[in-house]
């Protein structure tokens, strides 16, 4: 299956960027030189399907992502979006995934906290970002290292 993703924002490429190159050398990971908020774009070829990631707070992504028709993934600290963050220090974080989603594969990845040992002082935001575009590409497990 083909994939590809789009990082847009200066914190996106620079904290997710190196993560996913790493963790899926296979996936292209293109850098958007447009300024329009922090969010991530996971694209399928076959069939061609495309999912925005992103915090909830960012209007504009949202906008875009409805004008589109985009599945979208909000992150987020509140409990209406899909991922959020309910604990943080400097070593770990714990991500909670509010409602099943399917995966790029179709699966099922079942809500449920997940922990992130953090290996980089990404920003909150980020570890977000990161997070849920792992679950959606299948990495549905307990913890995740960045």
């Known amino acids: ?8 924002g200066e914190e996106t490429q620079k904290y997710c960027g190196e993560i ?19 969010f991530i774009l996971l ?10 990631i992103f915090d909830s ?8 992502a409805e004008h589109y028709h985009l599945r979208a993934m909000t992150c987020g600290f509140s409990s209406y979006n899909t ?17 099943e989603i399917y995966s790029v594969f179709g699966t099922v990845v079942e809500p449920g906290d997940f922990l992130v040992h953090r290996g ?3 920003p909150e935001e980020a570890l977000l970002l990161c997070a849920a575009t792992l ?12």
């Not at 299956?1 to 847009?8: D, I, K, N, S, T």
């Not at 996913?20 to 922090?38: A, D, L």
């Not at 707070?57 to 949202?62: F, G, I």
């Open 120 to 122: 980089s002082c990404a």
């Open 20 to 38: 996913f190159r790493r963790r899926f050398p296979q996936i292209p990971v293109k850098n958007s030189e447009k300024n329009c908020g922090e």
């Open 135 to 146: 679950l959606l590409l299948g990495e549905g497990k307990e913890e995740f290292h960045f």
């Open 57 to 64: 707070r960012q209007e504009q992504v949202l906008q875009m």
């Open 43 to 52: 694209r399928r070829l076959k069939p061609v399907e495309y999912w925005c």
């Open 1 to 8: 299956m083909e994939l590809e993703l789009f990082l847009f």
């Open 83 to 99: 991922l959020v963050l309910s604990a943080c220090d400097e070593q770990a974080a714990s991500v909670s995934l509010q409602r």
